[in-house]
């Protein structure tokens, strides 16, 4: 029968490329020389954390790391940037958590407006990620359409991975 899966994952090793790429940019960039500022990726923890010395820095520095993300593909919306805080002297600290895989409560939206389709598939939640399944692959081509079209109401980037016939 066939299938595939839809899944929210995030490419870590091109995250950590644009991390390089923004440490490089900043530290030529003028209105950085002689400041401090930290830009950390953490693969284990799935998060970035970024500090610097006032707020308008910290503000330029998220700038540039988004937009290196943007441009090597990585989805915006996997992004959960914490609140910025105090970091012993002078330094403010912000730290970015990277939503990897689908949660319980997105899954449970992508699994409704499967069913709200009334196409003739069966969407399961399976660890984190949802399998949909059915007898015809018209179908399932379908259901990535329309999960493509609802992406923005769902609030997730979704990716649709191995498919079965």
């Known amino acids: ?6 899944v929210s994952e995030i490419n870590l090793q091109e995250v950590d490329n644009a991390v390089n790429q923004t440490q490089k940019e900043i530290a030529q ?8 500022f930290d830009l950390e990726f953490d693969k284990a923890k799935s998060e970035i954390k970024i500090s610097a010395d006032d707020d308008s ?3 330029s520095l998220y700038d540039v790391l988004t937009s290196r993300l943007f441009k090597r593909g990585v989805e915006l919306g996997s992004l ?6 105090q970091a012993g002297g002078m330094m403010i600290r912000q ?3 990277l939503k990897q895989g689908l949660e319980q409560e997105p899954a449970k939206k992508v699994v409704k407006l499967i069913k709200d389709s009334k196409l003739k598939v069966e969407a399961a939640i399976q660890d984190k990620q949802v ?3 059915g ?6 081509q379908a259901v990535i359409q329309l999960l493509k079209e609802n992406q ?3 609030g997730i980037p979704l990716q649709y991975t191995n498919m079965r016939r």
């Open 135 to 140: 007898k015809n692959i018209d179908d399932l």
């Open 152 to 154: 923005d109401t769902l």
């Open 131 to 133: 399998r949909v399944t």
């Open 80 to 85: 959960n940037p914490g609140k910025r805080e």
């Open 95 to 97: 730290v970015i958590a």
């Open 1 to 6: 029968m066939p299938s595939f899966d839809v």
């Open 57 to 59: 820095r910290l503000s």
């Open 29 to 36: 960039r003028f209105d950085f020389k002689g400041k401090k």
